[in-house]
């Protein structure tokens, strides 16, 4: 005989999956996407997992999807019992991103912690508040000029190494490049040299990207959502490992310069940048003013807008929300998608051509405000933008300055994947030659 308390857990069960299967269903009918099928307990993911890899079946998935839901402009896609609703075009980006209750960010965030840690990157909205307006000074414009020797000395040293790649066939260039950011990042955040470059022990960006390729799959996972689980398995393990790694390097890097500063040790003459961490420990005042800067950035905006490095942001939904006469309700994370965002057709004609002329003053003032956003707008943009165009400015102009760049693999040929920066599936053969080099 089965024992009553087996039957009674039988039925609960049974009562918590047709509550939440009845939930879904009223929901997908008032919002675009396709209807999952209501014993269909894994909903869109079964898409995913069918595919021939992880990364390439989100990539896939998000294809038909924004596709197919081109005219309603946002669609959901439930992960089990989880509406993630995104959004592709440039009127329904600025009603989400300028409604200032949907200012939190998505509660998968969470699981980044381990990799990002606690700062306001993930932090609630009330939290990140009075951090932000910490930070947001030490971005200033005479304080990003005071970095520009470092960007070109590490741009230098990049260029170097890259000299030294010439005579091959091709190389993959992500490495020295993320290399050459970290010393950047460590430079002038934390005023240390640490020559990642230099040193092929560093395992930093190989431990973020790894991380981060677990993070995604993470998201497809149900199971993996309950954290005693998901640290229980070999991923999971992986995951923490490298989280560990890289926050221990962090950790180190903080204390050293804590102590430099202690000892009264701040800029000197040989450094004459101050680190982004003195300028907070000095806790300085800096008047907000708009950086002024001429400089040509049609075509590192077209690259943004093709290749967007954060292809996917997100925001919580705290309570039932209307957006373009959609109903999305309380517990989704609405997710601007700016890879499709930054192919409207309506915007950019021939949206996979590699056009710069599109950013000329004259083009760039037919560009909704909200049709290009690779740093986010409103109270939760990048607030390291600046840092970030003058940064790649200096490196992409150090390179073309010194070598001439060609990809063996066809633009069309080369399969992305979002983890959740976008990144080539499998590396992009690059040539290099140097320009000084004749012999070619
Ligand atoms: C190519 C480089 C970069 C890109 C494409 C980028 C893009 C973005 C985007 C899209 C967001 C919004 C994320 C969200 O809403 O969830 C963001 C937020 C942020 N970014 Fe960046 N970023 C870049 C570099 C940087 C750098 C160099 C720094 C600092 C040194 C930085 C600091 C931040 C911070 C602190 C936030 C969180 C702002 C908040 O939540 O209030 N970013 N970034």
């Known amino acids: 005989m089965i024992p009553l308390y087996a039957i009674f857990g039988l039925l609960g069960i049974l009562m918590v999956f047709l509550r939440y299967s009845l939930w879904r269903r009223n929901y997908s009918q008032l919002m675009p996407g396709k209807r999952p099928w209501f ?26 999807r924004a596709e197919l839901f081109q005219k309603e402009k946002i669609f959901c896609i439930w992960a089990a019992y989880i509406p993630f609703v995104f ?104 005023g240390i040299t640490i020559d990642a470059l230099g040193n092929k022990d560093l395992k930093s960006p190989e431990s973020f990207s790894r991380a981060s390729k677990i993070y995604m799959s993470k998201i497809i996972s149900p199971w993996h959502w309950i954290d005693i689980i998901f640290r229980n398995t070999k991923v999971g393990k992986e995951f923490h490992y490298n989280c560990d790694e890289l926050q ?25 940048h101050k680190a982004l961490m003195e300028l907070l420990l ?61 192919r409207d057709p309506e915007i950019y004609p021939d949206p996979e ?22 740093f986010s707008v409103g109270p939760r943009n990048c607030i390291g933008f600046k840092y970030a165009e003058i940064e790649s400015k200096i490196i992409v102009t150090q390179i073309v300055r010194n070598f001439t760049v060609s990809s063996l693999d066809e633009r069309d040929k080369i399969k992305l994947m979002l983890t959740p920066t976008l990144n080539p599936h499998i590396p992009v053969r690059i040539r290099m030659r140097s320009r000084l080099d004749q012999s070619y």
């Open 39 to 64: 014993f269909n307990i894994f909903g869109d993911l079964i898409e995913i997992w069918t595919a021939k890899s992880v990364p390439l079946g989100i990539m896939e998935l998000l294809r038909k």
């Open 87 to 190: 959004f592709v075009r440039a009127d329904v980006v600025k009603e989400l991103l300028k409604n200032n209750k949907l200012n939190d960010k998505s509660w998968v965030y969470e699981w980044i912690q381990p990799l990002m840690g606690k700062g306001h990157i993930t932090s609630s909205y009330e939290k990140s508040k009075p951090r932000r307006k910490a930070l947001v000074p030490c971005f200033h414009s005479d304080i990003l000029r005071s970095f520009v020797p470092v960007f070109s000395n590490e741009a230098q040293k990049l260029v170097n190494v890259l000299q030294k790649e010439t005579n091959k066939d091709f190389i993959d260039i992500v490495e020295p490049v993320s290399l050459c950011a970290v010393d950047i990042t460590c430079e002038t955040l934390f």
């Open 248 to 272: 221990k390097l962090t950790r180190n890097m903080i204390e050293e310069k804590k102590k430099r500063y202690l000892r009264g040790e701040k800029a000197t003459q040989v450094r004459k």
């Open 282 to 342: 000095d806790g300085q005042e800096l008047s907000e003013e708009e950086i002024e800067e001429e400089m040509n950035t049609f075509a590192l905006a077209e690259s943004s807008r093709l290749y967007p490095s954060v292809s996917l942001f997100a925001r919580q939904v705290n309570e039932d929300t209307k957006i373009n006469g959609y109903t999305i309700p309380r517990g989704a994370s609405c997710v601007v998608c700016t890879y499709y965002l930054h």
């Open 353 to 374: 051509k590699f056009d710069p002329d599109r950013f000329l003053r004259e083009n760039r003032i037919n560009i909704p405000e909200y049709a290009f956003v690779p």
